[in-house]
Protein backbone atom coordinates (compact mmCIF):
# COMPACT_ATOMS: atom_id res chain seq x y z
CA UNK A 1 0.00 0.00 0.00
CA UNK A 2 0.85 3.53 -1.03
CA UNK A 3 0.30 6.51 1.17
CA UNK A 4 0.13 9.81 -1.28
CA UNK A 5 0.62 13.57 -0.08
CA UNK A 6 0.68 16.62 -2.45
CA UNK A 7 1.91 20.17 -1.79
CA UNK A 8 2.63 23.20 -4.06
CA UNK A 9 -0.86 24.56 -4.71
CA UNK A 10 -1.65 28.26 -4.45
CA UNK A 11 -3.03 31.66 -5.97
CA UNK A 12 -1.52 32.75 -9.13
CA UNK A 13 -1.70 35.27 -11.59
CA UNK A 14 -3.16 34.38 -15.08
CA UNK A 15 0.00 33.54 -17.27
CA UNK A 16 1.96 32.32 -14.04
CA UNK A 17 3.47 28.90 -12.82
CA UNK A 18 3.19 26.47 -10.21
CA UNK A 19 4.73 23.35 -9.31
CA UNK A 20 2.82 20.51 -7.47
CA UNK A 21 4.65 17.64 -5.30
CA UNK A 22 3.46 14.65 -4.40
CA UNK A 23 5.25 11.98 -1.92
CA UNK A 24 4.62 8.44 -1.77
CA UNK A 25 5.44 6.52 1.52
CA UNK A 26 4.98 3.27 2.12
CA UNK A 27 6.30 1.59 -1.23
CA UNK A 28 8.74 2.84 -3.65
CA UNK A 29 7.27 4.92 -6.30
CA UNK A 30 8.83 3.78 -9.31
CA UNK A 31 6.92 0.60 -8.60
CA UNK A 32 3.77 2.39 -9.33
CA UNK A 33 2.21 4.44 -12.12
CA UNK A 34 1.63 8.12 -11.60
CA UNK A 35 -0.85 10.17 -12.58
CA UNK A 36 -2.21 13.81 -11.95
CA UNK A 37 -6.10 14.47 -12.33
CA UNK A 38 -7.95 17.59 -11.66
CA UNK A 39 -11.73 18.53 -10.09
CA UNK A 40 -12.36 22.20 -11.50
CA UNK A 41 -15.40 23.48 -9.49
CA UNK A 42 -18.86 21.66 -9.85
CA UNK A 43 -17.01 19.50 -12.75
CA UNK A 44 -16.29 15.57 -12.60
CA UNK A 45 -12.45 14.47 -11.91
CA UNK A 46 -10.14 14.84 -15.33
CA UNK A 47 -7.14 13.61 -15.96
CA UNK A 48 -4.25 15.64 -16.80
CA UNK A 49 -1.07 13.89 -17.02
CA UNK A 50 0.54 10.18 -16.10
CA UNK A 51 3.65 8.20 -15.87
CA UNK A 52 3.66 4.55 -16.43
CA UNK A 53 6.07 2.33 -13.90
CA UNK A 54 10.00 1.56 -13.94
CA UNK A 55 10.50 4.58 -16.34
CA UNK A 56 7.47 4.15 -18.68
CA UNK A 57 6.35 6.88 -21.05
CA UNK A 58 4.20 9.95 -19.83
CA UNK A 59 0.99 11.04 -21.19
CA UNK A 60 -0.97 14.24 -20.77
CA UNK A 61 -4.87 15.26 -21.66
CA UNK A 62 -3.88 17.03 -25.47
CA UNK A 63 -5.77 19.78 -23.98
CA UNK A 64 -2.93 20.34 -21.54
CA UNK A 65 0.32 19.14 -23.28
CA UNK A 66 3.00 21.78 -23.71
CA UNK A 67 1.91 23.47 -20.34
CA UNK A 68 1.88 20.92 -18.15
CA UNK A 69 5.29 18.55 -17.43
CA UNK A 70 5.48 15.71 -15.02
CA UNK A 71 8.24 14.19 -13.56
CA UNK A 72 9.55 11.84 -11.31
CA UNK A 73 12.36 11.63 -8.77
CA UNK A 74 12.58 8.17 -7.53
CA UNK A 75 15.48 8.93 -5.13
CA UNK A 76 13.10 11.12 -3.08
CA UNK A 77 10.24 8.70 -3.72
CA UNK A 78 8.33 12.23 -5.09
CA UNK A 79 6.52 13.34 -8.92
CA UNK A 80 5.75 16.79 -9.60
CA UNK A 81 3.55 18.82 -11.91
CA UNK A 82 5.40 21.91 -13.22
CA UNK A 83 2.33 23.95 -14.20
CA UNK A 84 3.70 26.91 -16.89
CA UNK A 85 0.75 29.48 -18.35
CA UNK A 86 -1.67 29.05 -16.32
CA UNK A 87 -5.20 30.13 -16.88
CA UNK A 88 -7.90 30.72 -15.04
CA UNK A 89 -9.49 27.97 -16.14
CA UNK A 90 -6.81 25.72 -14.53
CA UNK A 91 -8.55 26.39 -11.49
CA UNK A 92 -8.89 23.55 -9.40
CA UNK A 93 -8.26 20.75 -6.66
CA UNK A 94 -5.45 19.07 -8.08
CA UNK A 95 -4.99 15.08 -7.44
CA UNK A 96 -2.46 12.43 -7.22
CA UNK A 97 -3.45 9.02 -8.08
CA UNK A 98 -1.32 6.05 -7.95
CA UNK A 99 -1.53 2.26 -9.05
CA UNK A 100 0.29 -1.08 -10.23
CA UNK A 101 -1.64 -2.73 -12.62
CA UNK A 102 -2.13 0.74 -15.12
CA UNK A 103 -2.72 -0.36 -18.88
CA UNK A 104 -3.05 2.09 -21.12
CA UNK A 105 -6.36 1.95 -22.68
CA UNK A 106 -8.01 3.26 -19.24
CA UNK A 107 -4.67 6.02 -17.81
CA UNK A 108 -7.40 8.59 -17.91
CA UNK A 109 -9.82 7.05 -16.30
CA UNK A 110 -10.44 7.88 -11.99
CA UNK A 111 -11.61 4.22 -11.60
CA UNK A 112 -8.27 2.84 -12.40
CA UNK A 113 -6.19 3.98 -9.60
CA UNK A 114 -6.15 2.77 -6.00
CA UNK A 115 -4.57 5.24 -4.48
CA UNK A 116 -5.41 8.85 -3.97
CA UNK A 117 -3.76 11.95 -2.06
CA UNK A 118 -5.91 14.85 -0.34
CA UNK A 119 -5.65 17.26 -3.40
CA UNK A 120 -4.46 20.51 -3.14
CA UNK A 121 -6.28 23.44 -4.52
CA UNK A 122 -4.61 26.10 -7.13
CA UNK A 123 -6.60 29.66 -8.01
CA UNK A 124 -5.82 31.38 -10.70
CA UNK A 125 -6.83 34.77 -11.19
CA UNK A 126 -7.46 36.92 -14.05
Known amino acids: QVQLVESGGGSVQDGGSLRLSCVAS????????MAWFRQPPGKEREFVAA????????YYSDSLKGRFTMSRDNAKNTVFLQMDSLKPDDTAVYYC???????????????????WGQGTQVTVSS
Open 26 to 33: GRTVSTYS
Open 97 to 115: AADQRLILSSLQQPTAYDY
Open 51 to 58: MFRNYGRT
